[in-house]
Structures are given as structure tokens and as C-alpha cells.
Antibody
């Protein structure tokens, strides 16, 4: 059974940093590209970042480019999102999602809440 | 950036009836479109990919159609568990983009 378990969310002040993790199991992690998608409270889904299976190709939404860094450790079956210079509008539930045969997502984690507030 | 526009924002339908949800892309995306269902407090669930292919385990009452810029998700004979928010997503171009969602509520 595929499982994605996010962690690392919490309350931070504007300008601070946070690193999210997503522990994957139930599939060959190193074979699949992965992504982060977020959802602000009461709002819709927003794609944030994506990473190829090898980690060599990265993609970012303009809203996070230069502030967020996606990475992975295939030896630990874990996806990461390093978030720097956080702003109030980064407040959201952050989901990790597994790419299927193309850039749509067949499995999602339960999400981790990031709150940016002073 | 390809903008995805869903309509209506809210759709009220009685159980047992048919629901038709629309998604429009700001430029042609061929059939490179997915649909997701999200219930309160839950992660999204993949329903449809390639505009019309049901994902594993998705009931046959869910069907997708369309290509180019106009897409439709149809749910025939609504069940109680189908009342949720539905999102479309294009994956033809970067950045990946989602529609704003359609809330399907019980009439």
C-alpha cells in the first residue's frame, strides 16, 4: 500500500524558514517523480514544486521560486521542501504527491499545516 | 501560465440525479487533463486522467470528456459520498495549474 507521510509543519514568523519532509513507502520511491501541492485555508489547490525521480530536474511555481528548494533522498525514501523567507501567504496545508505516468498525481499524503504569522 | 476555469462554483444536485461539471483551459491542452475529488479534511483523490480515463478503483458513474480547451466531468446517479469539491488540473505545460474547484452540494 502506497503511503506518503508529511511532517515538519508548524507556526513560524514571517521571514523564517521551515523544512518539510515526506516519507514514502509501498512503492519504489526512486522510480517516481514527486511534487508538493499546497492549499491555503478555505481555498483551492496550488501546485508548488516538482522533482524528477533522480533529483536532477526541478520545477517551481513563480510564487515560490528563489525561496523554496525541493530535494529528495532516495536512500531514505524521503522528499523534502526547504522553505525560506516565509510570508503570510505561504500559510497552507502542504501535500506531497506522487507523479503517475505523467504529471498528474495518483497518491497524496494527508498534508502538513504551515502557518506563517507574527 | 495556463489558467483553468471551472464552472459553476457551486452545483446543487439531488441524490440519484446527474451532475455535469465544466473546466475550461485558457489555451489548448489536448487531452492532458486530470480531475480530482476532495472531501473536507481529506487529501485530493485522483478520478480521471487523460481527460477521460478513470483511475484505478473509480466507479463507472464518473466519466470525463473533452479536449482542447473544454472539458466535462459527469457523475451519473449521484451517491451521498459524491458530494465534495472537484478540481481539474492541466499537466500539458509548466507550471502545472488547477482550476479553482466546483463544490457539489446536496439539493
Amino acid at each position: 500500500e502506497v503511503q506518503l507521510l508529511e511532517s515538519g509543519g508548524g507556526l513560524v514568523q514571517p521571514g523564517e524558514s521551515l523544512r518539510l519532509s515526506c516519507a514514502a513507502s509501498g512503492f519504489t520511491f526512486s522510480t517516481y517523480a514527486m511534487s508538493w501541492v499546497r492549499q491555503a485555508p478555505g481555498k483551492g489547490l496550488e501546485w508548488v514544486s516538482a522533482l524528477s525521480n533522480s533529483g536532477t530536474d526541478t520545477y517551481y511555481a513563480d510564487s515560490v521560486k528563489g525561496r523554496f528548494t525541493i530535494s529528495r533522498d532516495n536512500s531514505k525514501n524521503t522528499l523534502y521542501l526547504q522553505m525560506n523567507s516565509l510570508r503570510a501567504d505561504d500559510t497552507a496545508v502542504y501535500y506531497c504527491a506522487k507523479r503517475s505516468s505523467a504529471w498528474y498525481f495518483d497518491y497524496w499524503g494527508q498534508g502538513t499545516l504551515v502557518t506563517v504569522s507574527s | 501560465e495556463i489558467v483553468m476555469t471551472q464552472s459553476p462554483a457551486t452545483l446543487s444536485v439531488s441524490p440519484g440525479e446527474r451532475a455535469t461539471l465544466s473546466c475550461r483551459a485558457s489555451q489548448s491542452i489536448s487531452s492532458i487533463l486530470a480531475w480530482y475529488q476532495q472531501k473536507p479534511g481529506q487529501a485530493p483523490r485522483l478520478l480521471i486522467y487523460g481527460a477521460s480515463t478513470r483511475a484505478t478503483g473509480i466507479p463507472a458513474r464518473f466519466s470525463g470528456s473533452g479536449s482542447g480547451t473544454e472539458f466535462t466531468l459527469t457523475i451519473s446517479s449521484l451517491q451521498s459520498e459524491d458530494f465534495a469539491v472537484y478540481y481539474c488540473q492541466q499537466y500539458n505545460n509548466w507550471p502545472l495549474t488547477f482550476g479553482q474547484g466546483t463544490k457539489l452540494e446536496i439539493k
